[in-house]
């Protein structure tokens, strides 16, 4: 699997907008671009999941550079309860894989 | 539609005795992966399953660990002779297969302590 790089821990004010980094530069062009994040005493939940375009969902938007070998999550108005651990993963298209979880970016939320 | 069912969500055993977690994928779903975490730390990859079958199973310790995903019933994460360092977090998660994306869905975790 390609490597991914996360900051360690990253800090927001409640009601700011948070962008979380990660860099891939070592992606395919058919792999695909997952976040997951994981509550304190929970099971990791999937966040979003982008392939080139930029993409939004309920939860947060995914920004993808041009060159693929980056990506940012963005939390527009963070909230005490999205303080989580984030992890980047790449998934290959197509098949079966196993995703490899790194350490992640633990976000803390200051209210 | 259900999410992924983790039984039970804590379990306390002595040292010796025999863990068995369960795990009820998604409904729909064929693929089961089982990881570990343990305290402080990452997830840890242990094995990947399909009905009937272990696809890969790299993670896992060679002794005392064994799992299985029959054709009927819940996946089974079976841990013989536990000791302390087996006390982690245990998490499943399940997905439909093949398909293009791939995204997991997990299930909330089985906290295991051994005393």
């Known amino acids: 699997d390609a490597k991914t790089t996360q900051p360690n821990s990253m800090e927001s004010n409640e009601e700011e907008p948070v962008h979380l980094p990660c860099n891939h530069s070592t992606i395919s062009g058919t792999d695909y671009i997952h976040w997951y994040r994981q509550l304190p005493s929970q099971g990791p939940e999937y966040v979003i999941h982008g392939l080139t375009s930029n993409v939004n969902n309920r939860m947060a938007s995914l920004a993808i550079a041009e060159d693929r070998k980056s990506s940012t999550l963005i939390l527009h108005r963070a909230t005490l309860r999205d303080a989580a651990v984030y992890y980047c993963?790449?998934?290959?298209?197509?098949?079966?894989?196993?995703?490899?979880f790194g350490r992640g970016t633990s976000l803390i939320v200051h209210p | 539609n259900a999410g992924v069912m983790q039984n039970p969500r804590h379990l306390v055993r002595r040292r010796g005795q025999e863990a068995r977690l369960r795990c009820s994928p998604m409904k729909g779903h064929s693929h089961v992966y089982w990881y570990r975490q343990l305290p402080e730390e990452g997830l840890k990859f242990m094995v990947y399953?399909?009905?009937?079958?272990?696809?890969?199973e790299s993670g896992m310790p060679k002794e005392r660990f064994s799992a299985e995903f029959p054709k009927e019933g819940p996946s089974i994460l079976r841990i013989q002779q536990v000791v302390r360092g087996d006390s982690a977090a245990y998490f499943c998660?399940?997905?439909?297969?093949?398909?293009?994306?791939?995204?997991?869905?997990f299930g909330e975790g089985s906290r295991l302590t051994v005393l």
């Open positions: 399953l399909q009905k009937e079958n272990i696809i890969d």
């Open positions: 993963i790449l998934r290959p298209s197509g098949g079966s894989y196993i995703p490899t």
């Open positions: 998660a399940s997905s439909p297969g093949r398909e293009l994306t791939g995204e997991l869905f």
